[in-house]
């Protein structure tokens, strides 16, 4: 029997317009009856006999509008959905356990995954069928999604026996895949070195980078290969990082006008992105940035941390604390990048003949930055150096500060255009990251700013969205926390209020670190001692569809998997408190991530930088004195790359401070470098200092 609200057809036009999610409102008035995440969809499924239609993407997703835009908009497929179909509609970014499991579901049948996920589903939530975009009618080489539905809602009346088989096929696959490991016993240093040789077999030696189109970035590989380059010093590792870190500041990634980086890049040379901008991409390159400016002191390095700092503040931003997800790629229906795009006659309106010429050399207008679409309009990468692009141009300025004015000129001009949307959901894993990167690069660049938006976004959340009992919630909405007891939140923000500790000697910091990995560490536990992506108990999401499955992240996507984010986040609080119980916990993660991960590669990038981390001693930097001397010496700690050092003004206070803590002496400013128990001899030139620091490594294996 029909229940009311069962019968077919009439969509509910409002059913998600209260939605939280961005990308579920902008559907609110599509033609299609769309249900949010929840119990409802799949009782009404059971009830009415339907098969589910899941529908996973994101405001960010330009396939997503896309599909959106033509597919979901066509008449006929509504027609067919609303007959005959339960029709959900999930953002990845405020489900990402949802998103994990069916991107594995259908992953196990078909091979493929991304976003949009578009999977058919039984009313007890398991796949039977699914791939990712459906053009409405035949085309771009894949079935048309009118025909497929009807297909679908053929089979599911004809011949039930081949969807429990498809079924049984998924459940199988996911058994397989679990019950297969990779043997290889390696322990976690081996395991470290071998993902190091995969990851520099990988290295692009034309456009630097890894592998080929679509070419991600890849921030944890690069942080690995200077990681490898501190302990083994053979110099291969470093050069490819610098290389890596150079194409992407050079390159279309990086949004050369407004600061920040595209998501991907889909050429081989960097010069054509992908434009949606994402929170997670930029709070892992901003780390990386850090580490390479530490490493290189490359005055490029810097400049793109700030100009990233400046985009996230500007675009992101909360102004009650805390950054949005995402801003999209597009502008309007059918658009491609044009906001970030630039056709020769817009630069002529936005700069004067001089600096035309100037522009059109250094940006490379008219090579490869030309999109394939429409040749006329170009994304803007660095071709020539300041001083090349200006020879024989009488500028009236430096190259470099002729340079900021055509950037500031094309910036004022851009932000006149309809800008793409901004998701500014708020989101803890993404905020947690973000925290790390702020906390990281603000020193770096002499921005206090910065690291007070650290503080801002970090007292907010612990504010409003964190209970000692339940860690913090994945979502801060205007009730507070919502969305307790996923495992990528904990670890990433628990990271990020390490790295705000150390650079704030706040204690409340380091004690809401201690707790959340506390709960990691109780709540999380699986199999062979990994972390499950949800703790059963804490876990207040919809019990529904195959969430109960247990799900372990382990391998980067390409951003640090959860899994190795822990087993970081044990060993920095570790290094921080100078307790060896949390470094333990920490080193307890690397034995099953290595057996795990084994032939991973550049996806195991994460654990393996886990594993050269526990290596490595940690010091304790402190500066003492004032003046312009102890303000150098500073400068020359925070500017030496070490990847397990913490720099101090002043005698640092408990619980920061080591065994044996300096105090301020006479006779100027003067660093101590501590290890353990023991300090090395004050020094006081910086020269001497960045000495010291470098000297604080691991012994190279011996040979034989």
Avoid at 314 to 340: K, M, R, T
Avoid at 531 to 540: I, N, Q
Avoid at 639 to 648: E, G, R
Avoid at 651 to 661: D, G, L, R, W, Y
Wanted: include cysteine; aromatic fraction near 8%; charged fraction near 25%.
């Amino acid at each position: 029997m029909t229940e009311p609200g069962d019968a077919p057809g009439a969509p509910r036009a409002h059913r998600l317009a209260g939605a939280t999610s961005t990308y579920l409102r902008a559907a609110a008035e599509q033609a299609i009856d769309w249900h949010p995440w929840g119990t409802d969809p799949f009782d009404l499924a059971r009830r009415s006999g339907r098969p589910v239609l899941l529908d996973i993407g994101a405001s960010w997703c330009h396939w997503c509008h896309v599909m959106d835009e033509t597919t979901y908009a066509d008449a006929e497929v509504a027609r067919l959905l609303g007959e005959q179909f339960v029709a959900v509609k999930v953002d990845r970014d405020e489900h990402p356990e949802v998103d994990r499991r069916y991107q594995r579901q259908v992953g196990a049948l078909t091979g493929e995954g991304g976003w949009p996920l578009t999977a058919f589903l039984t009313p007890d939530g398991e796949v039977f069928l699914g791939g990712t975009f459906f053009p409405p009618t035949d085309g771009h080489g894949r079935p048309g999604f009118r025909r497929l539905l009807r297909e679908v809602a053929r089979l599911w009346k004809d011949e039930p026996e081949r969807i429990a088989e498809n079924a049984r096929h998924v459940r199988d696959g996911l058994r397989r895949l679990r019950d297969a490991r990779p043997g290889s016993g390696r322990a976690p240093a081996a395991f470290a070195a071998a993902v190091v040789a995969e990851i520099r077999a990988s290295a692009d030696p034309v456009h630097g980078g890894f592998g080929g189109a679509p070419k991600f970035p890849h921030p944890t590989a690069i942080a690995l290969l200077l990681h490898d380059d501190f302990l083994a010093s053979d110099g291969g590792s470093a050069r490819l990082a610098q290389e890596a870190l150079v194409a992407l500041a050079d390159g279309g990634m990086y949004d050369q006008v407004g600061g920040g980086f595209h998501r991907y890049s889909v050429d081989a040379g960097w010069h054509i992105p992908h434009f949606e901008k994402m929170a997670v991409d930029n709070a892992a390159l901003l780390g990386v940035f850090a580490d390479g400016h530490q490493r290189f002191g490359d005055v490029r390095f810097a400049e793109v941390l700030r100009g990233t700092l400046g985009w996230v503040r500007e675009v992101l931003g909360d102004p009650a604390g805390g950054w949005g997800a995402s801003q999209d790629a597009d502008n309007a229906p059918g658009d491609d990048g044009g906001y970030f795009t630039w056709s020769r006659a817009e630069l002529r309106d936005a700069l004067d003949p001089m600096e035309l010429r100037f522009a059109l050399r250094a940006f490379g207008v008219g090579t490869e930055g030309q999109m394939p679409h429409d040749p006329d309009r170009n994304v803007l990468f660095r071709l020539l150096p300041p001083d090349d692009a200006a020879a024989g141009l009488e500028l009236g300025a430096a190259p470099p500060a002729a340079l900021l004015e055509v950037l500031r000129k094309l910036k004022r001009a851009r932000d006149r255009r309809p800008a793409p949307q901004v998701d500014r959901a708020l989101y803890a894993d993404l905020n947690g990251r973000m925290i790390t990167g702020f906390a990281r690069a603000a020193p770096l660049v002499g921005d206090p700013g910065a690291l007070a938006e650290a503080c801002r976004a970090a007292d907010r959340w612990l504010d409003r969205a964190f209970r000692p009992e339940q860690g913090i919630g994945h979502r801060l909405g205007p009730s507070g926390g919502e969305g307790f007891g996923l495992l990528e939140d904990q670890v990433a923000f628990a990271a990020g209020l390490i790295e705000l500790a150390a650079a704030t000697t706040e204690r409340r910091y380091a004690d809401a670190a201690g707790s959340l990995l506390g709960l990691v560490d109780r709540e999380f536990r699986g199999e062979s001692g990994l972390l499950r992506d949800l703790a059963p108990r804490l876990y207040d999401g919809p019990a529904v569809g195959q969430i109960g499955e247990p799900a372990y992240p382990l391998e980067d996507t390409p951003h640090l998997s959860a899994n190795s984010a822990a087993a970081l986040a044990f060993l920095r609080l570790g290094a921080l408190l100078h307790d060896d119980n949390w470094t333990e916990k920490g080193r307890g993660l690397l034995a099953p991530l290595a057996a795990r991960l084994g032939g991973a590669g550049l996806f195991g990038a994460g654990a393996a930088v886990a594993a050269t981390l526990a290596g490595v001693e940690p010091i304790t930097v402190v500066i003492d004195g004032n003046g312009p001397e102890a303000a150098a010496l500073e400068a020359a700690a925070r500017s030496t790359w070490h990847p397990n050092a913490f720099v101090y003004r002043g005698s640092p206070p408990a619980p920061f401070a080591s065994t044996v803590t300096p105090t301020g002496g006479s006779g100027g400013a003067r660093a101590l470098v501590c290890a353990g128990t023991s300090c090395d001899p004050p020094v006081r030139e910086p020269a001497m200092l960045r000495e010291r620091m470098r000297a604080r490594r691991p012994a190279p294996p011996a040979s034989g």
